[in-house]
């Protein structure tokens, strides 16, 4: 995935100067962002504060961590599942 251009605070404050009353197009060639790029970050941040926001990225890295330790666990319950049925 593509790293954004924009820090946290920046795309809060896009998405509150679009609504304050500024229009769309305005706040496009402003920052220098896509329609769709401007209603994708819309659609995931609309309502938050910064530190919700930086709330939510932690816990995401957390989960992804998680997973990987799950996904490993697996692996090796299957290896050793593979073993003993290989002995007996």
Do not use: W
């Not at 304050?20 to 994708?40: L, M, P, T």
């Not at 926001?53 to 330790?69: A, F, T, V």
């Amino acid at each position: 995935m593509k790293k954004s251009y924009f820090i946290d605070s920046q795309i809060i404050m896009i998405l509150r100067s679009q609504a304050s009353g500024r229009s769309v197009s305005d706040i496009f060639r402003e920052h220098g962002i896509s329609q769709a790029a401007f209603y994708n970050r819309k659609s995931n941040y609309s309502g938050m504060e910064v530190s919700q926001l930086k709330q939510l990225k932690d816990l995401e890295r957390e989960l992804s961590q998680y997973k990987k330790i799950i996904a490993e666990l697996t692996l090796q319950n299957t290896v050793l599942k593979d073993m003993i049925e290989k002995k007996l």
